[in-house]
């Protein structure tokens, strides 16, 4: 207060000094800074690229990793040169103690299917009004010839046939395979790797094939292996031949496998089939047959060859 003609009057209290009194110093740092330009003390954000424009490296995988197995698979495909086919049959993937391997034998351990096609063409022209007088082509052989027995070729091709005359063209056919596949014959790239890792670790083995006895021995000397298999399963000599499952059974039963614990490999619809209906881990081979077919037909797997990525992920990640 301040004295002016007799009376007292209130000073009145400056700006400054009203807001020295009512701002505490922090209520005054903090008005200070609403004044500064934003950019001042804020970052402008960066635009950020987003992960999916770079290729995902994955490290090599070590025992210790947590992924699921059909993931692993993935990844394997991704590195397979049958890379679009293997990852369409590999959604579900169970894991399996692998205690022994069933190889088909034609197109499986050989791509022999060349001979065989070439020597259908021959016999089949020589058969008045077959296919109206045309060679038959790789499609049709794909479709009712590769992979499943004679008899039922026979059966389906000429009815009227006895058995005598089905027996008899079959045996001429078969003789001619083999003069036909001689000195032809190489086994599948990443086969003999694949037997020496099966040796190693014991792992049970046989073959089972459709192909007539003296055929399945035949092929197996090409590559010196005709004893390296502990059984060796004939379709005609069983009661039921592929795609029953009764030639895969009876080499698990004789081997004693358990289905989860064996793994078949086959190249035909009709082999894949056997495998899958005897309940084991049936892998496709593909040498002759679109995926699709291998697939359709029960294939959990497919690998183009015994190199594949997909093969030794299976198999690494079980043993």
Known sequence: EFESGGFRMPRTPSLSFCFTRLLSPLSLCVLALSL??????????????PRSVYPILRSPRTPSTSRSMASRLKCAAEASPSSSAAASALDSLPDINVEGILFDIDGTLFDSDPCHLAVFQELLLEQKGFNEGERIDEAFFRKHIA??????ICKDFFPEWDRETAEAWSEAKEARFRKEAAGRLESMKGLEKLMDWIEKRGIKKAAVTNAPRLNAEF???V???????????????CERAK????????????????PDATIVIEDSPSGAAAGAASGAFTIGILSSQPPKALTDAG???LIRDYQDP?????????N
Do not use: H
């Not at 590559?223 to 000599?237: A, N, Q, S, T």
């Not at 997909?310 to 079980?318: A, C, G, R, T, Y």
């Open 299 to 301: 294939c959990k797997a």
């Open 223 to 237: 590559i010196d292996k005709l004893d390296w298999f502990d059984e060796l399963i004939i379709g005609d000599e």
């Open 219 to 221: 092929m197996l000397q």
């Open 310 to 318: 997909v093969l030794w992920s299976i198999l690494e990640d079980n």
């Open 36 to 49: 500064l330009p934003t950019s001042a003390f804020f970052l402008t954000p960066v635009p950020c690229t």
């Open 243 to 258: 795609p029953d499952p009764m030639p895969y059974q009876i080499a698990m039963d004789r081997l004693g496998l358990s």
């Open 147 to 152: 992979g499943r027995q004679n008899q039922a």
